[in-house]
């Protein structure tokens, strides 16, 4: 049996115990959904407030220059390249993943002479599926045909006629790991290109993405990141790809000299090329700044966290005897297991609703599953312990049932 | 002879003396560069404080619903809409420019069949003529051929072979209107689409979209709209296309149902579709702020300070005999002038760079190029006059050939 007790002892020997008081989180607040959307680091608050009253407001246009606003989306870029295992000049921070992900298979798919199948799960983020089928539609048919299998399935999927492969390291239902070293090599062997989705991995687990020799990837900046809201994704291309590849949303800022108002676009060298236009400057000054919180810790001491965290949800969901009106979808090997815990139930819209007035923010994912986002930088154990008091008491008074908790928001 | 007494006057009985205090500005500063970046006002300054601590720091992930900002694309749309002669549902705020051009024209293609060619000028602002070669490229020769022409041949070059004519309403460098309605209706004589660049119109110039039967836009949001650096670009789609028309980078927010997480995109009706990935909220809620600032004026009365301001700027050249060396590239004719007045000098650059350590803040273009940009909401006719001055003092000690003004930045 864990006990308060327990609990207490955990969050006294955690040595990122203080990084919560980095974080503008309310004192009373479970906020188990670091995973949608990262906590406001007090960082991100200063830098923003920063940016606006002097830069913004004093220097103004001269900022671009003074203040290095031109430079944000490549030295952003190299803050996350240093966190998901990738050497300089292959990061770099613009756009959301949705429009990232447009130039990467548009691009991919111009390497891959004489293939066409864009191979992809049927569980993959919507997203990236959406804009998969986008691309099918604008190319003609013997250009471009996706193709979705069961994520179980992908490794036996890959053939010859393959393109590109497009999977998430992460799956934002489940929270299932895939195995980025034996899939990219596997993709290799048939000559395939591959570009993973690090929306729930990148400030959430190690990653090693030179050393899997992955082709490309994409990822989010507002979840794990803490860069705010909608704040600027990434894209990574390998060093190796760089010469050749060409994107085609050739905005200015991937322009070889943007300010030159050539008529002729000439493609920026490296990883800059993937710029399009001007970057939404307040949001990646956001999250500029959240990244550095990361540089007094490491990605392995916070996945270490990260799986306490939710080892120890899953323990309690046990303890509790919730596993048996709940169904776990999370992996209970720690290698398999992202920094979330998704288990499921016929009202978990309803069950969620219940928690987020009881202070505890975990959420809700078509058709039935509740995820709970771990975020060790500002998720305490004693977080844990109330999220799961707070289930069990609402399971055992069945206060979900109450009419008030069924109507549907726009955004869930 | 115009003299300081006749400027004092002019400001005393400017009716929009007192919006300047809305803004953060220097007092010392002559600001005449919000055709590139527009001001801080106090508004935008409070609003993103706001959202920032009480919104992303105490709400988190509710402020979705409970702070809109899941509408806001469409909230900062409309506001758009009311100051570009649009009617409701046809503007829509995300992504950049670029990204916004690559949809609109891909789109338009979409509905073009049997006809090839975009038609532009090549002195259009260089992302537009960039975005359409990234098309040309990425979609085979016989679905897309990019034209250039002169500026002053673009109705002689309109014939029934063009899908799509891509022209900017305002020229970025000359400041020289094309006329909207008179070009929108040749265009349709021969069954050609318009997309029209309303970079340096909006928040400039009365527009009249909806009037002029305009098919598509683009526009942006930290210029003359003074949304903050790199904030949100808008696109505008005439009701009439909305129905057929399909972009490509068709990302979950364009999605009809984006949380139902289906596996098959299907586009959201109307303007929304086009929509691509979570749009970048702190940059959206700056510009959602800087547009309430105009609901205390009306475009007219911005239109009417702008002439007199930019014509007083000319007034002063001719005054102090400076259109001898500077060669004039503004039109006299107000209804060819938009809010800016460009001048040209082989030693533009340096020129520049002394006038922004004099504290008036002007823009270079290459490759000779010195901008002035009017914003009436925080100039005044003494910032023409102190601008005027400082050039005139500078050109008699022929300070700019100091080699220290030499040097280039990155950005200019």
């Not at 090599?185 to 020799?213: F, M, N, R, T």
């Not at 760089?242 to 085609?248: S, W």
Request: aromatic share 8%; charged share 20%.
């Amino acid at each position: 049996m864990i006990d308060i007790s327990d609990i207490k002892a955990l969050d006294a020997a955690d040595p990122l115990r203080n990084f919560r008081q980095g974080f503008e989180l309310p004192d009373d607040l479970v906020y188990l959904d670091g995973n949608s959307l990262g906590a406001l680091s007090r960082l991100a608050q200063q830098r923003v407030a920063d940016a606006i009253a002097n830069q913004w407001g004093q220097d103004l246009v001269k900022s671009w220059n003074m203040h290095h606003w031109i430079d944000l989306p490549q030295s952003v870029g190299e803050k996350i390249a240093a966190l998901i295992g990738a050497g300089i000049g292959q990061v770099t921070c613009c756009d959301s993943i949705s429009v990232n992900l447009f130039k990467l298979i548009t691009a991919g798919l111009g390497l891959q002479s004489g293939r066409r199948v864009i191979l992809s799960t049927s569980d993959n983020f919507p997203t990236d599926i959406y804009i998969a089928q986008g691309i099918e539609k604008l190319l003609s048919s013997d250009r471009c045909e996706l193709k979705l299998v069961e994520e179980s399935e992908i490794i036996n999927q890959i053939d010859s006629s393959v393109a590109l492969l497009l999977v998430s390291h992460v799956n934002f239902r489940t929270g299932e790991i895939l195995d980025m070293r034996k899939i990219t090599a596997s993709a290799h062997k048939q000559g395939v290109l591959v570009i993973w989705d690090l929306a729930h991995s990148a400030g959430a687990l190690p990653l090693e993405l030179d050393s899997c020799q992955v082709d490309f990837a994409v990822g989010c900046g507002y979840k794990y990141l803490n860069g705010g809201p909608g704040a600027p994704a990434f894209l990574y291309v390998a060093n190796r790809h760089q010469e050749q590849i060409r994107q085609p949303i050739s905005g200015w800022m991937g322009h070889s000299d943007p300010f030159a108002f050539s008529t002729r676009y000439t493609a920026a060298p490296g990883i800059h090329q993937f710029l399009s236009g001007t970057p939404p400057i307040l949001s990646l000054v956001s999250l500029d700044a959240a990244l550095d919180v990361f540089a007094n810790t490491s990605m392995a001491q916070l996945r270490k966290k990260s799986l306490q965290l939710s080892g120890l949800y899953m323990d309690l969901l046990r303890q509790y005897s919730l596993l048996g009106e709940f169904t776990l979808l999370a992996s209970e090997e720690d290698d398999r297991r992202g920094s979330q815990v998704a288990i499921t139930h016929p009202q978990a819209y309803a069950i969620c609703q219940v928690l987020i007035d009881r202070g505890v923010v975990m959420d809700f994912r078509e058709p039935d599953t509740l995820r709970a986002g771990f975020a060790p930088m500002y998720n305490s154990y004693i977080d844990i312990w109330r999220a799961v008091n707070e289930l069990q008491k609402i399971m055992k008074n069945e206060e979900h049932l109450d009419p008030r908790w069924q109507a549907r928001n726009k955004v869930t």
